[in-house]
């Protein structure tokens, strides 16, 4: 297969310290790192040591196969199976997106599938890759739209509104028939015409169809995509498993103030070692949400003040014994924020190794002292890997232009402006140039005199001098612009690069999303993405489809 390693920085030098080792600060923050091999025997160990302090593995599994069963697959139903004996996992979880969303949650999902396999190797036992749905998440516009590349080259926008009703999560935000068909209608009209087009939109049909939510429809794709592969998904908003999750809610209730601290003094050592915060550290947050039955399910966060919890309003008030009651009867009602789902996932799973984004692994960072706290450890951190998707196409225009992928992404602007310039034979710059400077050295002596006849002629003649300029200027753009309409078919080659491999200057993976892909390639490109070796500390690779 055609590959190629390329060095992209992930803008969060605290991720970077970690994925390069090149701050020995960063193992007291981690501990484990996924390029020492005796770490995940040891973690292995390490887990079957703690067997007993986590959930009853065949409830967990129980609630797996019921949530699994509409996408259920031989694989998959092996994966369960080994989870109900104990089997470890490498996990990774992603907020639903419309249609998946943008590719890395594709790179995410080929992350855990790969990571799972190689450990399984590495190891001599059956890891279990699996997919954790933040379906609690109530972020509406993060969830709600993805960007496709039409006929015509450009980047479209699709999104779907949110319904009327209460700021709940996405899992409880319901989706009608109508709003499925019409999205799916925009769809069709944005995917260019191919031999796989009716294939995909029958399959998003048939999804769409079961969805009765936006997490729904996304654990369809995931399913569909990924359940040969054995990929056990959950979504974190299942009441099932939040029953199973109670014993947790009510032990970080009864040790909010100790898990408070652990963050803060986590996040004062981030801080010590020169590194920037990723996720808010607030004073008296009790880092739960609750669904408030009272304000129609709203999902809020909850704060500590004068021994009570409270909403952030300040309008609705719960003891900690009301607290610890309703997570006995209707654990259903708490949800854990970004510091407090790395412990509860660590609880429901025995978790070899979690498979995080360059955000990801700089907030989890925070949570080691939490995990102790609760004599838990936390798991191996395995980077996500990224890959760029290069077609054919691309690949010719980038080779014509002399294009290399870091011209894309760094320079695309100077190298595309370069490229018309070499084309000009006329010199027109150049010679615009001169004769703006020639103009202005013989007008020189013209503003003397008149300055010298009257002096308020001065002032008018710099002004005379100035709009001559501008219409020099003004011709000059329009003999540029004349000349590069012979090269149109070029300037579109080379801006279809750039909205191909780095849209709206952004990597690939953080915008397009994977259907532009599956409608001209079939399932190809995914089983590409499949066959790579797997990095355990991630890494970007550029694949040529």
């Known amino acids: 297969m055609n590959t190629e390693h390329y060095d992209l920085p992930s803008a969060q030098p605290l991720t970077e310290a970690y994925i390069h080792r090149t701050d020995a600060n960063v193992d007291l923050l981690y501990g484990y790192h996924p390029e020492r091999e005796q770490d995940w025997t040891t973690r292995l160990e390490r887990l079957e040591k703690l067997a007993g302090s986590r959930a009853n593995a065949a409830e967990v599994a129980e609630v797996l196969r019921q949530y699994n069963s509409r996408y259920t697959t031989p694989e998959v139903d092996a994966s369960i199976r080994a989870i109900a004996e104990g089997a470890p996992v490498i996990i990774g979880g992603q907020q639903a997106g419309l249609w998946s969303g943008a590719l890395l949650v594709i790179h995410k999902a080929v992350s855990i599938v790969s990571g799972a396999k190689w450990a399984s190797q590495k190891l001599g036992c059956k890891v279990v890759p699996v997919f954790w749905i933040a379906g609690e998440d109530h972020d509406w516009d993060e969830a709600n739209h993805t960007f496709l590349l039409n006929a015509e080259q450009e980047l479209r926008k ?15 935000t319901a989706v009608d028939e109508d709003s499925w068909n019409k999205l799916l209608d925009e769809l069709e009209q944005t995917l260019p015409h191919s031999d796989f087009k009716p294939g995909l939109l ?51 209730i009864e040790q909010n103030d100790e898990l408070e601290q652990a963050y803060k003094a986590a996040a004062e050592k981030v801080k010590s070692f020169g590194y920037q915060l990723q996720a808010d550290v607030v004073d008296g947050s009790a880092n739960l949400f609750l669904f408030n039955s009272e304000s129609g399910n709203e999902r809020t966060l909850l704060h500590k003040r004068d021994g009570q919890f409270q909403d952030r309003k300040g309008t609705a008030f719960w003891s900690k014994e009301q607290l610890l009651q309703l ?7 708490f949800s854990n924020n970004v510091l407090t789902r790395p412990i509860m996932q660590d609880y429901l799973f025995p978790v070899l190794g979690t498979v995080l984004g360059p955000g990801e692994v700089a907030y989890w960072a925070l949570t080691g002292e939490a995990f102790r706290k609760l004599e838990m450890e936390m ?33 695309f602007d100077a190298r595309k402006q370069q490229w018309l310039t070499e084309q000009d034979q006329l010199s027109i710059e150049e010679r615009f140039q001169e004769v703006k400077q020639s103009f202005i050295s013989m007008y020189g002596p013209l503003l003397e005199l008149a300055g010298s006849v009257q002096p308020g002629l001065l002032k008018l ?3 005379n001098r100035q709009k001559i300029v501008e219409q020099i200027e003004y011709l000059e753009s329009k003999t540029k612009d004349a000349f590069n309409k012979q090269y149109d078919a070029s300037i579109r080659q080379l801006d279809r690069i750039a909205l191909s491999l780095w849209p709206s200057g952004k990597p690939q993976e953080r915008v397009i999303n994977m259907t532009g892909y599956w409608n001209r390639y079939g399932s190809v490109w995914l089983e590409k993405l499949l066959e790579l070796p797997f990095e355990p500390s991630g890494g970007h690779q550029l694949v040529y489809l």
């Open 461 to 463: 003649g710099e002004t």
């Open 158 to 172: 699709l999104t779907l509104q949110r319904p009327e009703g209460p700021r709940t999560s996405v899992s409880r």
């Open 379 to 411: 798991p191996i951190i395995v980077p996500r890997s990224s890959f760029t998707l290069v077609e054919g196409t691309i690949a010719k225009h980038m080779m014509k232009y002399e294009l290399s992928f870091e011209d894309v992404a760094k320079r």
């Open 202 to 252: 029958e399959e998003l049909k048939q999804i769409a169809g079961q969805s009765h939510s936006l997490s729904d429809m996304f654990a369809g794709i995931l399913a569909f995509l990924f359940g040969k592969e054995g990929l056990v998904l959950l979504d974190a908003d299942d009441p099932k498993l939040r029953k199973v999750e109670a014993p947790m809610f009510r032990r970080m």
């Open 327 to 333: 997570a006995e009867d209707q654990p259903s009602q």
